[in-house]
């Protein structure tokens, strides 16, 4: 079993949906959690990033950590075509080796 | 800053060539990552310094590849002999140490053929 599950998509949204995107993981030592947005043929640049359990809210986009369930989220609200990426989550225990998901590819269709 | 700086974009090789891939990590940053991304695997952490000390090598696939890190503003991932099944795009990344947020190159795309 991988450390982290992330459902590849595609997904497809017209502009103004909510987007719901997320992740599992098994690891129950994971205490800081972030998401990456990556453009193609870009590098993933960190979007959010969370510590423990709890939202967190930054403009259009809210994360979420539900450490008793192992299950984070990620919402965009009113999504734009700028939005469309890939977007990753990564994880970490105390340690400095982060665990990525395989990324799951969003279109926001204008 | 000009952010990470990797070289060279793109690398078209031969099977059984040696391929060095480099990083210039942000000034200042002490903590370096180089990863491999595919498609079936995602983005996968082969290896990481902190201070220019190798400290968790465990995702290096296999004993063709190595990485050295001989200075602070200077790292190379090294893979020789290469086989197809090397060809990604290959991630450096530099962070301060205990930061969460890494800065990621624009990338190495690899193919091997």
């Known amino acids: 079993q991988k450390e982290v599950e992330q459902d590849p998509g595609p997904l497809s949204v017209p502009e103004g949906a909510i987007v719901s995107l997320n992740c599992t993981y098994s690891?129950?030592?994971?205490?800081?959690f972030m998401w990456y947005r990556q453009y193609s043929r870009k590098g993933p640049e960190l979007l959010m990033y969370?510590?423990?359990?709890g939202n967190k809210e930054d403009g259009r986009f809210t994360a979420q950590v539900d450490k008793s369930s192992k299950y984070i989220s990620l919402f965009i609200r009113d999504s734009q075509p700028s939005d469309s990426a890939t977007y990753l989550c990564?994880?970490?225990?105390?340690?400095?080796?982060?665990?990525f998901g395989t990324g799951t590819s969003l279109t926001v269709i204008p | 800053d000009a952010g990470v700086i990797q070289s060279p974009r793109h690398e078209v090789t031969e099977m059984g060539q040696e391929v060095t891939l480099r990083c210039k990590p942000i000034?200042?940053?002490?903590?370096l990552f180089w990863y491999r991304q595919t498609m079936m695997r995602g983005l996968e952490l082969l290896i990481y310094?902190?201070?220019?000390?190798?400290?968790?090598d465990s995702g290096m696939p296999e004993d063709r590849f190595s990485a050295k890190m001989p200075n602070a503003s200077f790292s190379t991932l090294k893979i020789q002999p290469s086989e197809p099944r090397d060809s990604a795009v290959y991630f450096c990344?530099?962070?301060?140490?205990?930061?969460?947020?890494?800065?990621f190159g624009p990338g190495t795309r690899l193919t091997v053929t």
């Open positions: 690891n129950s030592a994971f205490q800081y």
């Open positions: 990564a994880m970490r225990s105390t340690g400095n080796q982060f665990y």
């Open positions: 000034s200042g940053h002490n903590s």
């Open positions: 310094f902190n201070n220019n000390v190798p400290i968790d």
């Open positions: 990344a530099s962070s301060f140490a205990g930061n969460d947020e890494q800065y």
């Open positions: 969370t510590y423990s359990s």
